[in-house]
Every structure is written in structure tokens, then in C-alpha cells.
């Protein structure tokens, strides 16, 4: 019980300190409305959305793609120059901003985790590379003009579907959405390298989930090991395999993003972000973010502000 109060405790101290959007808030909806969907062109919810504080997170996926315009998209540390054809990829818990042309047009969608559910698990959102936080270099594709067409209607139908709301609407635009990212998995994976069997990736896949879950609490690999079933040994070897870095470095890495958001993002003070973070010792927390970036805390965000 006392693990889980401090949980608690540490996540709402994190939420305080970068804004975490619902789709229901998005919308303004009434305290009872409950949404896992919504579609709408870029350039009315970037009208629309003169309150939103930016930067911020989300606590469901987001496409956003571009048909027409400029700009740059922040996504944690990563800046992006925004082009048409461009699709980007955020998971629940990205934080991002960005600049973007006062004629930006294009589609946003946003869903909750529960809403796409696939039969196979290599389309499932956890395998899907771009959605990740940790192996990929980019949370976009850029497609041809050829395949840009055929993204562009798919989102012009799903926007179809979402405002006309007729029977089994939510299923159709579940197989479009399902399509646009094969279609994009297709253009992705060729700058995607990893080494390992399906399996493997699946296992570090779920890894990862775990990470995402409890970082906050949980930072020894053997814990980790356990929760999935296998030695500390061969979670580390699977992961060096397949992305070059050990177990310990993935829930690190992790860790320190999640420093580096609230360090650029938030008031807190170093120690106050340390124990959002899970370290009691301060100045534990500190020499292990200066091991990791080469840089103490202050520094960092002395040098980004």
C-alpha cells in the first residue's frame, strides 16, 4: 500500500509539471462522457485549441499528418521539419510541441490504447516501431506522392465516418487506421535495424511496456527479469543483441528522459524531480544523471533553458 501511495504521489507530481491531456478535455466534454476516438483536420483543432498549453503530453496515440505547410515538431528532444506527406507517430506520454505555418493543413487522430486491437501481434501498437520511445530514431515516415494519395483518403474517410457516426462506424475506421499503419510500417522498417528473431523483439516489446509502466519504482533489471518470466542473463542478452544496450542502460535510458522532460518542462527542484523520479538520495540521483549525460542536472537544464 505504501509503494502504491508513493506511486501515486510521484505520477500527479509529474502531471502537475507537464500538462497531460485527455481526449475529453480536448473536447470539453462533461465530466461523465467518456471518448476513446477523435478526428478532425489539423488546422481546426490547431484553431480551436488556443488554450492548450504547449509543451505537453497526451494520455492517448496521436497521428498527425501533413498535407500542406511547414514548421517544426518537437517530440522529447527530437526536432522534426515538418514537410507535407509527413506522419507522425506520438504515444500515450510524449511530450511535444511545436511552430508550425499559418497555412499548415492536414488530419489529427486521436484514440486510446484500447480502441485498436489487432488479431496479430507483429500489427499490434507495442511492435509497431514508431510508437516506441527507446529503439527508434524517428517518430515519423515521409511518404512518395503516390502513397501520400492513398493516405490522404483513408484519413478523409475516417474523418467521413467519425462525424457521420452511422452503424459499425467505429469498425470501419478501426481497418482503415490499421491499414495507414501497415502502410507506413512498409516505409518505416527499412531505416528500422535490429537484430533478432519476431519472438525476441516481441519479448523486448514487452519489456519496454513494463519499463514505461514502472520506472518510476521498479530500476533493477532482476525485477524486470521476473515480471517477464526469465534470468537477468538472458534479458540482458537479448536486449545487447537486438539494440546494442543492456537491460540496465534501456531502464536508464528511460529514467533519464523522463529528468530531461522535467528538468526542460517543469519548476520542480532537482531533488523534488529526483523523488517524482524514485530516488530518496539526491545526490544519487545526480551523479547517476551525470554518468549518464555527462552533464549534473543543473547543468542540463542550465544549457536547454
Not at 2 to 15: G, T
Not at 290 to 299: A, I, L, M
Request: proline content about 3%.
Amino acid at each position: 500500500m505504501v509503494l502504491y501511495q508513493s506511486r501515486l504521489v510521484n505520477i500527479q507530481v509529474l502531471n502537475r509539471s507537464i500538462p497531460k491531456y485527455t481526449i475529453e478535455q480536448i473536447n470539453q466534454c462533461d465530466q461523465h462522457v467518456k471518448m476513446n476516438l477523435d478526428i478532425r483536420r489539423l488546422e481546426d483543432h490547431i484553431a480551436l485549441m488556443t488554450d492548450v498549453v504547449f509543451p505537453h503530453r497526451h494520455d492517448f496515440y496521436n497521428l498527425i499528418y501533413i498535407t500542406q505547410g511547414s514548421g517544426t515538431h518537437d517530440i522529447d528532444f527530437k526536432q522534426f521539419e515538418v514537410v507535407p506527406n509527413q506522419l507522425f507517430f506520438m504515444n500515450d506520454g510524449q511530450v511535444h510541441e511545436w511552430n508550425l505555418s499559418a497555412d499548415i493543413k492536414g488530419f489529427t487522430m486521436f484514440f486510446k490504447k484500447e480502441f485498436y486491437n489487432v488479431a496479430e501481434p507483429i500489427f499490434s501498437l507495442p511492435n509497431l516501431p514508431f510508437f516506441h520511445n527507446s529503439a527508434n530514431e524517428a517518430q515519423m515516415v515521409i511518404f512518395d506522392q503516390n502513397e501520400a494519395t492513398v493516405c490522404e483518403h483513408f484519413f478523409e474517410d475516417m474523418l467521413n465516418e467519425f462525424k457521420k457516426g452511422q452503424t459499425h462506424h467505429e469498425a470501419i475506421i478501426k481497418t482503415l487506421l490499421k491499414i495507414i499503419l501497415i502502410r507506413s510500417l512498409r516505409v518505416y522498417e527499412p531505416h528500422y535495424s535490429t537484430s533478432g528473431s519476431k519472438l525476441v523483439l516481441t519479448k523486448i516489446h514487452q519489456f519496454e511496456g513494463l519499463i514505461e509502466k514502472n520506472y518510476q519504482h521498479i530500476k533493477g533489471v532482476k525485477e524486470y527479469a521476473s515480471l517477464l518470466n526469465m534470468t537477468p542473463n538472458y534479458l540482458n542478452a537479448i536486449c545487447s543483441t537486438a539494440l546494442g544496450k543492456t537491460a540496465g542502460e534501456m531502464i536508464r535510458d528511460r529514467v533519464i528522459l523522463e529528468a530531461k522532460r522535467l528538468l526542460i518542462h517543469s519548476p520542480l527542484s532537482i531533488c523534488e524531480m529526483g523523488y517524482a523520479l524514485g530516488y530518496d538520495d539526491c545526490s544519487y540521483f545526480i551523479r547517476m544523471f551525470k554518468k549518464s549525460v555527462g552533464q549534473t542536472p543543473e547543468q542540463f537544464r542550465t544549457q536547454l533553458a
